[in-house]
């Protein structure tokens, strides 16, 4: 894939992240999908590996611009969370480690925002 041009940061891809969850941060859209792949990766990547790799022999035929791609990955990962909020996966991380993201979620102010699993 090619970056074709500049693009309005601010506009586009929302305020630079923190610690904190901040919704009009386009990292922070990516980080909830992030997070709940991490529940069960093999199981996640299943569920919208088609749609994913539908999306990339698309770009790959015909290259979007970047103001596009970066809208189009965006609505890709919201129907890729939701399907995986639906799923309702089981969380197979080891038991330390869901302490330790249950804690990284809720110093980043995102308990009411990420889905018990």
Do not use: C, K
């Not at 990339?56 to 979007?64: K, M, T």
């Not at 189009?72 to 993201?101: G, H, K, P, T, Y």
């Amino acid at each position: 894939m090619r970056i074709d041009g500049p693009v309005d940061q601010l506009a586009t891809l929302g305020p630079d992240p923190t610690n904190r969850y901040d919704p009009a941060s386009r990292w922070w859209a990516h980080e909830l999908l992030h997070r709940r792949v991490l529940l069960d990766h093999d199981a996640s990547s299943a569920i919208f590996a088609a749609d994913r790799d539908a999306v990339e022999r698309e770009w790959i035929a015909s290259p979007p611009s970047t103001a596009v791609a970066v809208a189009m990955s965006a609505e890709a990962e919201q129907r890729w969370l939701a399907a995986l909020v639906a799923a309702d996966l089981l969380d197979l991380r080891l038991m330390w480690l869901r302490d330790l993201w249950h804690d990284l979620d809720a110093a980043a102010g995102l308990s009411t925002v990420i889905p018990s699993a």
